[in-house]
């Protein structure tokens, strides 16, 4: 029996998130994450767009190949190459999605596409028909739908219902829609379509306005019954809506909504934090539901309220979102077993006993310098592992003076291809020394573009974990490091981008 209150949830965290710039993740990285989300119980999962590159293709098809209880969705333009590339990645998923779109809006249609509307909704028909001859579960993108016309909107969704689309995604792509808006136009789409019901309708909304939740859950009010959400709000420009946003507030306010999800809430926290370490994409303090602060009271007054009635200031307890999934789980004298286990727990395999034990060594490390190792210093530690693994450039040494009155002063050695060379730079603080005597090495003529600290844990002898980010010629990395030393974990982190700087391999944008 098919529940109509049910809210599909779609996670586009590894397609759409990844392409906020910067927030590339590497094959295994990805993996992790889905099984994260599938842990989450996340509906569908949008691995990402195969035919982008190799490394793309190969990401989608070990999720494909590995997840179970989640649908595996790739992202295809309506091109033959595309909707064939999505397909042979996809071959061994339990339950395979392909996302095909093209864009409806003039502007659009003239200036990118350069396509009159009866082309497209030609190429529109062709595409899902394709992409149906090889799965069954086909999901259909009017791309900048907000800024198309209701009538065009009628009859390409008509026709691509009778192609064999079984979901009708409707995107805000520049964030422009105001919530009342784009509820009403889901209303029309309902009604007007003769075969609407033959689809489920799901919303995609970017938050250029600060209003993709909202508009999401205005779409759900009116009949929309998917909503395509990434992770701590991650995507394109100022990104796409929250799925720890909608979900609690589809769960909150279940009185007004009366819709739920299949979201297994308690763990959204350790997802955010997972994609947080693997992107490098902090998360605010003050941010709904997942931000260091959304539960924390700071006045006098509030502290009073909820201490007496936690319901006077809290409207959802920590632990339903799963804060209290901070626990200490490791120290020193855990063995190597235990470490192993709890990192599998946690989606994380090794693909070898060397790497496992470099892990494990530098899990030890830690030990001596952090009395209590939590899930996210765990998790901080293989994403760290991962990235300074042997690449072009190492840090071999760092020493950093500096003191009152005084300039500081950083002494680097740095190994090039198993060459080392060292150099000295003062600087305004110890890390600007630091990456001064680093560049003097390397020369890489980068441009800092973001440098940002975060304390993974509470206490001072938390980790410190590193985010930079340069830009070079157009692309933007973000380097990683973590480290109970804040200058060392900026140093790797630094390390970390040159060397993703070098990587070579080209990625088509689907929407480009
Ligand atoms: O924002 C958008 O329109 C998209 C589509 C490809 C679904 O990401
Ligand atoms: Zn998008």
């Known amino acids: 029996m098919t529940d109509n209150n049910r809210v599909i949830i779609f996670d586009t965290t590894l397609r759409d998130g990844e392409q906020s710039p910067g927030a590339s993740m590497t094959r295994e990285e990805k993996l992790r994450i889905a099984k994260q989300l599938e842990k989450m119980r996340v509906d569908v999962i949008e691995a990402g767009f195969a035919i982008a590159s190799p490394g793309d293709f190969e990401s989608v098809k070990s999720i494909a190949d590995t997840i179970q209880d989640s649908t595996i969705c790739s992202l295809s333009r309506a091109l033959d190459a595309d909707i064939d590339r999505a397909g042979e990645a996809l071959v061994n998923a339990s339950s395979g999605r392909i996302h095909t779109f093209i864009a409806t809006s003039p502007i659009h249609m003239k200036y990118k596409l350069q396509m009159d509307p009866d082309k497209v909704v030609e190429q529109a028909v062709y595409a899902v028909k394709r992409a149906r001859n090889l799965v069954s579960d086909v999901e259909f993108s009017l791309e900048d739908a907000s800024r198309s016309e209701l009538d065009f909107m009628c009859r390409i969704i008509e026709k691509v219902i009778d192609a064999g689309a079984r979901t009708i995604n409707i995107p805000d792509t520049v964030g422009y829609a105001v919530p009342e808006e784009f509820g009403f136009t889901i209303k029309q789409l309902l009604e007007r379509i003769p075969n609407a019901d033959?689809?489920?309708?799901?919303?995609h909304c970017h938050n250029d306005l600060g209003l993709a939740v909202a508009n999401s859950l205005s779409a759900v009010s009116?009949?929309?019954?998917?909503v395509e959400c990434t992770i701590n709000g991650l995507g394109e420009r100022a990104g796409n809506a929250s799925l720890e946003e909608v979900v609690m507030a589809l769960r909150t306010r279940q009185d007004v909504l009366g819709l739920h999800t299949g979201i297994d809430t308690t763990?959204?926290?350790?997802?955010?934090?997972?994609?947080?370490?693997v992107t490098g994409f902090p998360v605010q303090p003050n941010k709904a539901i997942v931000g260091a602060n959304a539960f924390a009271h700071e006045s006098g007054i509030h502290q009073d309220g909820v201490l007496k009635h936690r319901e006077t200031y809290e409207i959802m307890t920590a632990q339903d979102v799963g804060w209290n999934a901070n626990k200490m789980v490791m120290g020193k004298h855990s063995g190597r077993s235990a470490f192993r286990a709890r990192l599998e727990e946690l989606g994380?395999?090794?693909?070898?006993?060397?790497e496992l034990n470099t892990a494990f060594a530098r899990f030890k490390d830690l030990a001596d310098k952090k009395h209590e190792i939590f899930d996210e210093d765990l998790q901080a530690l293989v994403s760290d592992t991962r990235a300074s693994h042997y690449e072009k450039f190492m840090l071999s040494s760092l020493s950093v003076t500096s003191q009152t009155g005084e300039t500081p002063l950083a002494k680097v050695t740095v190994s090039m291809n198993d060459v080392e060379q060292t150099s000295e730079a003062d600087g305004s603080g110890p890390v600007d020394a630091a990456f001064k005597a680093i560049e003097s090495i390397?020369?890489?003529?980068a441009s800092l573009e973001l440098y940002s600290v975060n304390a993974i844990t509470s206490g001072t002898d938390s980790q410190g974990e590193v985010t930079v980010r340069l830009e070079k010629g157009g692309?933007?990395?973000?380097?990683l490091g973590a480290d109970t030393d804040i200058i060392i974990a900026s140093a790797k982190a630094y390390i970390h981008a040159l060397n993703m700087l070098e990587s070579t391999e080209e990625k088509a944008h689907p929407q480009v």
């Open 198 to 203: 033959k689809a489920i309708f799901s919303v």
């Open 222 to 226: 009116f009949g929309a019954r998917q």
């Open 267 to 277: 763990q959204i926290v350790p997802a955010s934090r997972l994609v947080s370490s």
């Open 348 to 354: 994380t395999t090794f693909e070898s006993d060397a």
């Open 442 to 445: 390397v020369q890489s003529g």
């Open 475 to 479: 692309r933007i990395v973000n380097g």
